[in-house]
C-alpha cells in the first residue's frame, strides 16, 4: 500500500511521540518530520495551480482601498516578478495548450505574451529546474 505524504507525516508524529525526549532517535524523528513538510511543499510547488478570481465589490473596493480601475482580484497564489512559468492558455473555442511566458507585476499582473490571467489562463506553474545528468550532479 502507498501512502501519502500527509499519511507519512502522520506516521512519523506518532513515532515521534513515542520516543525519550531528547534521545537520537527523537531528534531524528523530529527532522524526518521536517523533510516530509519541505517534500510536501516541493510536490505542491510542481503543480498546476488554477487562476481563481472574483469581481470587486464596492464594500470590497472601500474597505481595502483598491483602485477604482480594478474590476478583479486574483484569488490563488501568483508567481514572483519576472518569474519564468507554464501557463494553461484556453481559446475562445474552449481548445488548451501551455505554453512557456514571464510573470510581470508593474501596477497589477500580466504576462509577458499579453495573455489575460483573467480571460486566457487557466492555471499556471513554475518551470522545471533543468535536467542534470546524474555524473554532473555528483561533479
Known amino acids: 500500500m502507498?501512502?501519502?505524504?500527509?499519511?507519512?507525516?502522520a506516521r512519523v508524529k506518532k513515532a515521534f511521540w513515542k520516543t525519550e525526549p531528547y534521545s537520537s532517535a527523537?531528534?531524528?524523528?523530529?527532522?524526518?518530520?521536517?523533510l516530509l513538510k519541505e517534500l510536501k511543499?516541493?510536490?505542491?510547488?510542481?503543480?498546476?495551480t488554477p487562476v481563481e478570481?472574483?469581481?470587486i465589490?464596492?464594500?470590497e473596493r472601500?474597505?481595502?482601498?483598491?483602485?477604482?480601475?480594478?474590476?478583479?482580484?486574483?484569488?490563488?497564489q501568483m508567481p514572483e516578478d519576472e518569474q519564468e512559468i507554464l501557463i494553461t492558455v484556453r481559446?475562445?473555442?474552449?481548445?488548451?495548450?501551455?505554453?512557456?511566458?514571464?510573470?510581470c507585476i508593474d501596477d497589477g499582473w500580466y504576462l509577458d505574451s499579453g495573455y489575460?490571467?483573467?480571460?486566457?489562463?487557466?492555471?499556471?506553474?513554475?518551470?522545471?529546474?533543468?535536467?542534470?545528468?546524474?555524473r554532473e550532479a555528483q561533479e
Open 53 to 55: 478570481w472574483h469581481t
Open 26 to 34: 527523537s531528534e531524528e524523528l523530529a527532522e524526518l518530520a521536517d
Open 57 to 59: 465589490t464596492e464594500e
Open 41 to 48: 511543499e516541493l510536490r505542491r510547488s510542481r503543480k498546476w
Open 91 to 103: 481559446d475562445s473555442k474552449g481548445r488548451l495548450w501551455v505554453e512557456k511566458d514571464m510573470c
Open 2 to 9: 502507498k501512502l501519502s505524504i500527509d499519511e507519512h507525516i
Open 116 to 134: 489575460s490571467w483573467i480571460d486566457d489562463v487557466v492555471a499556471w506553474m513554475p518551470l522545471p529546474a533543468a535536467y542534470k545528468a546524474q
Open 62 to 76: 472601500e474597505r481595502e482601498g483598491y483602485p477604482e480601475d480594478w474590476t478583479v482580484y486574483l484569488d490563488c
